[in-house]
């Protein structure tokens, strides 16, 4: 099974920053993409940031100019830089790898255990 460990959440106040980081602990034939989704409570889980193998980026709107997301073209490990932090980006955040396993397997999604992000005013 493949795990995705999460670091660097924690609580900051408003106009702060935090780096979040994940990697996986075993190795992965090749990966796809690589993520960050965020699930506040009683919202669903939205995407905040991804970059692929090609190192193209996608933002959420939301975090548009605050975050930033980086890895070796979504190689292993991959970070996310948030600056600017506001209250509405308090949620538990979710590291997330599209890749295949090894040559006997398809592409799957793999999942982090989540990070809690806490930002007060």
């Known amino acids: 099974q493949v795990q995705l460990v999460e670091s660097g959440g924690g609580l900051v106040q408003a106009g702060g920053s935090l780096r979040l980081s994940c990697a996986a602990s075993?190795?992965?034939?090749?990966?796809?993409?690589m993520g960050w989704y965020r699930q506040a409570p009683g919202k669903q889980r939205e995407l905040v940031a991804a970059?692929?193998?090609?190192?193209?980026?996608t933002y959420a709107d939301s975090v548009k100019g605050r975050f930033t997301i980086s890895s070796d073209n979504a190689k292993n490990p991959v970070y996310l830089q948030m600056d600017s932090l506001k209250p509405e980006d308090t949620a538990v955040y979710y590291c997330?790898?599209?890749?295949?396993?090894?040559?006997?397997?398809?592409?799957?999604?793999?999942w982090g255990q989540g990070t809690q992000v806490t930002v007060s005013s």
């Open positions: 970059i692929t193998s090609a190192g193209t980026t």
């Open positions: 997330n790898l599209l890749g295949q396993r090894n040559r006997f397997t398809l592409y799957e999604d793999y």
């Open positions: 075993t190795n992965i034939l090749s990966i796809n993409r």
